[in-house]
T-cell receptor, first 116, second 113 residues
Framework: SAVISQKPSRDICQRGTSLTIQCQVDSQVTMMFWYRQQPGQSLTLIATANQGSEATYESGFVIDKFPISRPNLTFSTLTVSNMSPEDSSIYLC?????????????FGQGTRLTVV | AQKVTQAQTEISVVEKEDVTLDCVYE???????LFWYKQPPSGELVFLIRRNSFDEQNEISGRYSWNFQKSTSSFNFTITASQVVDSAVYFCALSLNDYKLSFGAGTTVTVRA
């Protein structure tokens, strides 16, 4: 199994500010993803974090709002920019490794964000 | 596009009862992977099982068992002799070879003592 560490675990932020969430994975993982879970909802994929290049965003998510970096294989950040109360969610980092054996999509413990 | 349906929003049982969570999926791909995750109140997502589309063999792990039926596009999950610690939200998910997960809406299981 892969080890994924995410921080902060929670934060309360003022509207209009930005928060950067960090995700560190162990060397087994080559693919990294960011998901959002709004209160009482399921998880939705925000983007695939690509090493050394721009992230690939899913429909409904844009780089200006959720800039993502992945400077190396095992580290990625997600920034939630110009926050509003609607951004209050749990943000989760996930990692996987294609091939054999397939290392599955494990998740970090999540960042519980509250915007006031 | 892929779709995962968990029709049961909430299930409440008394301890030691069995509980079955339904999951129905849609995909046009012949190669896909199905998952179950547990999300306790603390919020982390705990991986429970993965099944690939070529392996319809059912699986049992302790009190957990999974029934995969391609004929009905279902991947159901049963907790036998439920315990209070099983109280959580359970998500069924599907991915293709791109490793992106499509989640169902989740089923909240409450086990009462």
């Amino acid at each position: 199994s892969a080890v994924i560490s995410q921080k902060p675990s929670r934060d309360i932020c003022q509207r209009g500010t930005s928060l950067t969430i960090q995700c560190q994975v162990d060397s087994q993982v080559t693919m990294m993803f960011w998901y959002r879970q709004q209160p009482g909802q399921s998880l939705t994929l925000i983007a695939t974090a690509n090493q050394g290049s721009e992230a690939t965003y899913e429909s409904g998510f844009v780089i200006d709002k959720f800039p993502i970096s992945r400077p190396n294989l095992t580290f990625s950040t997600l920034t939630v920019s110009n926050m509003s109360p609607e951004d209050s969610s749990i943000y989760l980092c996930s990692g996987a490794r294609p091939g054999q054996p397939r290392v599955e999509a494990f998740f970090g413990q999540g960042t519980r964000l509250t915007v006031v | 596009a892929q779709k995962v349906t968990q029709a049961q929003t909430e299930i409440s049982v008394v301890e030691k009862e069995d509980v079955t969570l339904d999951c129905v999926y849609e995909t046009r791909d012949t190669t896909y992977y199905l998952f179950w995750y547990k999300q306790p109140p603390s919020g982390e997502l705990v991986f429970l099982i993965r099944r690939n589309s070529f392996d319809e063999q059912n699986e049992i792990s302790g009190r957990y068992s999974w029934n995969f039926q391609k004929s009905t596009s279902s991947f159901n999950f049963t907790i036998t002799a439920s315990q209070v610690v099983d109280s959580a939200v359970y998500f069924c998910a599907l991915s293709l070879n791109d490793y992106k997960l499509s989640f169902g809406a989740g089923t909240t299981v409450t086990v009462r003592a």
